[in-house]
């Protein structure tokens, strides 16, 4: 049964930084590409990032310049390294990964909480 994991969320003040991290094994090394969605309380889930099979990435404009995204083959793990963090980062972060020869398989994680408030 497939897993991805995620995990480093947390409460935050404006301002401070956060890592997450997506156990995905035997989704890095694979032709498809990794994403980063977030989904506020209430509201629809919401992309954030990707990075394909070559290491290309892309950002959401809300969080260009202060998101990175990026995975570990040899630890099989996505992530996203958040700085600069703004209220309206609060949520709950998923990953998705792909997989079958169009990459049409797609699997989430079950998703880590982010807060981020004074």
């Known amino acids: 049964q497939v897993q991805l994991v995620e995990s480093g969320g947390g409460l935050v003040q404006p301002g401070e930084s956060l890592t997450l991290s997506c156990t995905a094994p035997?989704?890095?090394?694979?032709?498809?590409?990794m994403n980063w969605y977030r989904q506020p309380a209430g509201k629809q889930r919401e992309w954030v990032s990707w990075i394909t099979a070559r290491g290309l990435v892309n950002y959401a404009a809300s969080v260009r310049g202060r998101f990175t995204i990026s995975k570990d083959k040899t630890k099989d793990t996505l992530y996203l390294q958040m700085n600069s963090l703004k209220p309206e980062d609060t949520g709950t972060y998923f990953c998705?990964?792909?997989?079958?020869?169009?990459?049409?398989?797609?699997?989430w994680g079950e998703g880590t909480q982010v807060t981020v408030s004074s």
């Open positions: 998705k990964a792909s997989s079958g020869s169009f990459c049409q398989d797609e699997y």
């Open positions: 035997g989704f890095t090394s694979n032709n498809c590409a």
